[in-house]
């Protein structure tokens, strides 16, 4: 079977569903989150000062924002730069619209496995 993705709004999402989950997002209203593991590179500095790529793919993706779970500790307030294949790990390579992103990021938060859970706010994007 192919990946599926969902569409949800924060409002029908259940509370802490996620580990990236934001309580007061959710009360901000209804925003269209897209949950689709659209592959992304992610390039920034990570919080010891290396620059890093990384390659995984979202955990969701809004018209302002998107979650990811890295490997490097990023620390709130960085700036990123992210390509996200809007095509599920299942399109053949090079396949499907991309959209390249800068942004900031929100929020980050360790989680059980090791890796950090990433919400990243759009300043810039392009669709390539």
Not at 3 to 19: F, K, L, V, W
Not at 80 to 94: D, E, I, N, S
């Amino acid at each position: 079977m192919g990946e599926q993705s969902t569409m949800s709004t924060d409002a029908d999402a259940p509370s802490g569903n996620s580990p990236l989950s934001d309580p007061a997002a959710e009360e901000q209203g209804h925003r269209v989150r897209v949950e689709a593991p659209f592959p992304v590179i992610v390039r920034g500095i990570d919080a010891h000062g290396e620059a890093f790529e990384s390659r995984t793919v979202l955990d969701h993706l809004s018209a302002r924002s998107f979650s990811v779970r890295l490997a490097h500790r990023v620390l709130p307030d960085t700036r990123v730069f992210a390509v996200v294949r809007l095509a599920t790990a299942t399109a053949t390579a090079g396949q499907g619209l991309r959209v390249a992103v800068r942004g900031v990021v929100r929020r980050a938060v360790r989680l059980p496995d090791g890796r950090y859970g990433v919400d990243v706010d759009f300043t810039r994007h392009r669709f390539l």
